[in-house]
């Protein structure tokens, strides 16, 4: 089973717009992150924002905000006023306890188009 | 900017032949991720490293594949011998510990493979 599911594999947004990014999660455990990267073609993966499991308020980050509902688990990606430098692949990633330690699992992306 | 480094950025190379990539993590990250993405999915955890000791490598070939980090710096992952399969971006990442949820992993630019 899919740990992480980006239903997207693509999005259209116009500029100045918002958009939202969805991302589900599968877990049973209580303690967890929800990690969200934005990759640009030139290949290096960018740390946007974090939602801890147990945070009661969403995270934002400039113009990034994180809709995290902990009872549907989602963590939808939602970007204010899009740029044309939005323009890239983001990867929805949780990070759960497994034996021995935390390991970071990443969905299969939704890449995302801003027209001018 | 402390970045992570990685080369070399591109290789081409012939199946059966091996190949090797280097990675430089951000000084002082004690945590060091080797991931492999196949073209349209997300990164997927190879190796890990918490100083020069190996804590998660169950889902690297190990029949062709090799990684080490020697003096718990740098650290190099090897192919011999490459499979067309192995074509893929490979990504080193770093992050300061990992040991709770919160763990931002700072990426490196990643190498290309091509196997021909």
């Known amino acids: 089973a899919q740990k992480i599911t980006q239903t997207q594999p693509g999005m259209f947004v116009q500029e100045k717009e918002a958009v939202t990014l969805d991302c589900t999660y599968d877990t049973s455990d209580q303690s967890y992150g929800l990690f969200w990267y934005k990759q640009p073609s030139s290949g290096e993966m960018i740390f946007l924002i974090y939602q801890g499991s147990y945070d009661e308020q969403n995270a934002t980050e400039g113009r990034y905000s994180l809709n995290f509902q902990k009872a549907r688990k989602s963590a939808n990606l939602v970007i204010s006023a899009s740029q044309l430098g939005d323009s890239a692949m983001y990867f929805c990633a949780m990070r759960e306890d497994y034996t021995g330690g935390f390991k970071t699992i990443f969905g299969a992306g939704t890449r995302l188009f801003v027209k001018a | 900017e402390a970045e992570v480094a990685q080369s070399p950025r591109y290789k081409i190379t012939e199946k059966s032949q091996a190949v090797a990539f280097w990675c430089d993590p951000i000084s002082g990250h004690a945590t060091l991720y080797w991931y492999r993405q196949i073209l349209g999915q997300g990164p997927e955890l190879l190796v890990q490293?918490?100083?020069?000791?190996?804590?998660?490598d169950s889902q690297l070939p190990k029949d062709r594949f090799s990684a080490e980090r020697l003096k718990g710096v740098d650290s190099t992952l090897k192919i011999q011998p490459a499979e067309l399969g192995d074509s893929a971006m490979y990504l080193c990442?770093?992050?300061?510990?990992?040991?709770?949820?919160?763990?931002?992993?700072?990426f490196g630019p990643g190498t290309r493979l091509t196997v021909l």
């Open positions: 990442a770093s992050s300061l510990a990992d040991f709770n949820s919160y763990n931002e992993q700072f």
């Open positions: 490293f918490q100083d020069e000791s190996v804590v998660d």
